[in-house]
């Protein structure tokens, strides 16, 4: 089995011929007894004679396992949930809630018994242990090499990068001197990153000069954390697609979408992107060429910048439904959460068009600690509840935090301009009466 400290290019070489789609293999009825304990799924999946009896197993139960559960739903797919957490989002709608970290071998282990499938709504997960269950014929999805790729943010942008995917140059630092010769290489200003653990944007630190490197070391955690860093990319916007893919090979992407970030958190997302159709179409083929040189069912958010000259390059790809794809639940024919649960049960994928000129969608961030933080939000999903087409998720985490994603809201409508002047009314808490149309 290979080991977390492995290097880059070993792991990358077990790729293999990375890219092609494999075949659906409903191994899920069929495995045995083996040394890990995983059991045949024949005795734990009772059936009911839905859609599928196949009970997915979903390591994490953040805010994406709770779409994922109510996507499940209509449909009578049993979602079960791997989170350490007792009140975690998905806890109250999942079929089933395993308590227990998903980066644990033998929580993830046990886990597995009851499922027929396994999934990420989050990348960093015990992923040595996905690999032995892969090796035993479970069905994980997309595969363990994906969120091993994934995982790490470096070993991530190598291979995309041995994958002719056009992306900003980065270079692994170690010490001081190494940052200090990335400063020179890659100029100021740069962005610093952890290598693993690192989402919404908890892993960067933006770098003027080298009087600053110190300062976003320590910040985000010291060298020992693992951090590389990549050259700044003065985008002009910030797009996102949703690629998914069937066990099949089959790729349905979703529409490209525009991102705006704050402090390096997701903000807003208006879909479709206000861009011209080639600068879409460049888009779609850097997400799908990514998604190509993966392997693996499900849906996958690829981020991407647009520079000035109409170059698209990559920023990074998750694994799992992802924060610039909430939209699709209210805008498209099929939800990036029923897409992925169909994707990697091996069903016919949906129409990811959508079904509604526009939309735009709102994170709805922890503005403060506490109650405070609570009746703030509470305050601006009262407002979006009187607005035609405004639709509010709110995630029930037990604790708001400062730039905590604790919900969203999505609206429609018949343009752009009018979503835009839904949503302002909606956050403008202070603002007139005078609701827009
Ligand atoms: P996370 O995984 O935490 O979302 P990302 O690495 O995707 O973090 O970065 C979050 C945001 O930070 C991006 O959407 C972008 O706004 C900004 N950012 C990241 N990398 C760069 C870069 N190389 N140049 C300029 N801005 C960047
Ligand atoms: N998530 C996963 N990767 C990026 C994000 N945002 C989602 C998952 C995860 C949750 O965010 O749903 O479980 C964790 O959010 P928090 O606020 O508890 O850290």
Redesign the pocket.
């Given at each position: 089995m290979m080991r977390k400290d492995d290097s880059v290019t070993k792991i990358l070489a077990a790729a293999g011929g990375g890219g092609a789609a494999r075949q659906a293999t409903y191994v899920a009825e069929t495995h045995e007894s083996d040394e890990l304990g995983t059991t045949s799924n024949k005795d734990l999946c009772s059936t009911t004679r839905g859609l599928c009896d196949t009970v997915i197993g979903v390591l994490?139960?953040?805010?994406?396992?709770?779409m994922l559960c109510e996507a499940a739903s209509p449909m009578g797919i049993r979602v079960s949930i791997l989170?350490p957490s007792q009140d975690?989002?998905a806890a109250r709608i999942a079929y089933h809630h395993v308590l227990g970290s998903f980066q644990d071998m033998v929580a993830v282990q046990q886990f597995a018994q009851g499922c027929g499938a396994l999934t990420v709504?989050?990348?960093h997960v015990d992923v040595e242990t996905l690999e032995a269950l892969a090796r035993k014929g479970f069905d994980v999805e997309p595969t363990p090499f994906t969120i091993r790729v994934i995982q790490d943010k470096y070993l991530q942008k190598m291979h995309f990068k041995q994958h002719g995917v056009a992306l900003p140059d980065f270079m692994k630092v170690d010490s001081l001197e190494s940052a200090e010769e990335a400063g020179r290489v890659l100029g100021y200003p740069f962005m610093l990153k952890s290598r693993r653990l690192a989402?919404?944007g908890r892993g960067n630190s933006a770098v003027k000069s080298k009087d600053e490197l110190l300062k976003a070391v320590a910040s985000l955690g010291g060298f020992e954390r693992g951090l590389y860093v990549e050259k700044w990319a003065p985008f002009v916007k910030e797009l996102a697609v949703m690629v998914a893919r069937g066990r099949d090979g089959c790729i349905k992407s979703f529409p490209v979408v525009e991102t705006t970030h704050k402090d390096n958190i997701c903000h807003t997302v208006e879909a479709p992107a206000q861009i011209p159709t080639e600068i879409a179409s460049i888009a779609m083929e850097v997400a799908e060429r990514a998604v190509g040189s993966l392997t693996g069912a499900g849906v996958f958010g690829v981020e991407l910048f647009l520079l000035k000259d109409g170059e698209v390059l990559l920023n990074e790809v998750?694994p799992?439904p992802h924060?610039s794809g909430h939209y699709t639940i209210e805008a498209c024919y099929v939800s990036q959460y029923e897409q992925h649960l169909r994707a990697v049960l091996g069903l016919p994928l949906g129409d990811p068009s959508m079904k509604v000129p526009a939309s735009l969608m709102f994170n709805l961030l922890g503005e403060a600690e506490g109650d405070e933080g609570f009746t703030l939000a509470h305050h601006t999903m009262r407002r979006a509840m009187a607005v035609s087409g405004a639709s509010v998720h709110w995630y029930e985490?037990p604790e708001i935090r400062k730039q905590?994603?604790m919900g969203h809201i999505t609206v429609v409508g018949e343009t752009i301009d009018i979503c835009r002047a839904r949503i302002n009314w909606i956050i403008n808490h202070e603002g007139s009466n005078s609701m827009p149309i």
């Open positions: 994490g139960g953040g805010q994406l396992g709770r989170d975690c989002p709504e989050i990348e989402y919404d998750a799992r924060n985490k905590r994603k």
